[in-house]
């Protein structure tokens, strides 16, 4: 929506700017009353469902993060910085800390442990479900049913 709000400011086209504020400021009301949080982590493949995980509340990467850090300075000491996150499980990014001497520490938010890079770096088979002969079919579903919402 911020896209389209600076799109909006960049045309001059001020009603479309007015409208998008009050969609925002609703979507902030909103939230304010319910207080209600839901996580989702989609897929940006179509070789995975669009849909990979949800939950109440929020990631675990931004709950945790200062646990994470705190893992991460026993590690690395105390001058530290978060690089970013790297895609580990289809529910789960790791957050990837680093220090001035180049050392890094990979932090699971989920939960909170350090996973080495040998890990990272290795192979992972996927597990197959018994009915996996029809994977490409139900995931081609899937996106075809989210793409239509």
């Known amino acids: 929506m911020g896209d389209q709000l600076h799109a909006a400011y960049q ?5 479309e700017v007015n409208r998008l504020v009050a969609v925002m400021s609703e979507m902030r009301s909103t939230f304010v009353a319910t207080n209600a949080v839901i996580t989702y982590k989609v897929s940006l493949s179509t070789e995975r469902p669009p849909v990979l995980a ?3 509340g929020l990631p675990f990467e931004t709950v945790r993060e200062g646990a994470a ?5 026993a590690k690395l000491g105390g001058d530290i910085g978060l690089q970013g996150l790297i895609h580990y499980s289809s529910a ?11 050392g890094r520490v990979f932090v699971d938010p989920f939960r909170l442990e350090q996973v080495p890079l040998s890990v990272l770096e290795s192979p992972r088979a996927r597990k197959g479900r018994p009915d996996d002969d029809g994977r490409e079919a139900r995931i081609s579903a899937q996106w075809s049913d989210f793409l239509q919402e």
């Open 69 to 73: 850090w705190n893992l991460a300075a």
């Open 54 to 56: 949800f939950w109440p």
């Open 92 to 102: 789960t990014a790791l957050l990837c800390f680093t220090n001035t001497s180049g």
């Open 11 to 15: 045309n001059g086209n001020i009603a």
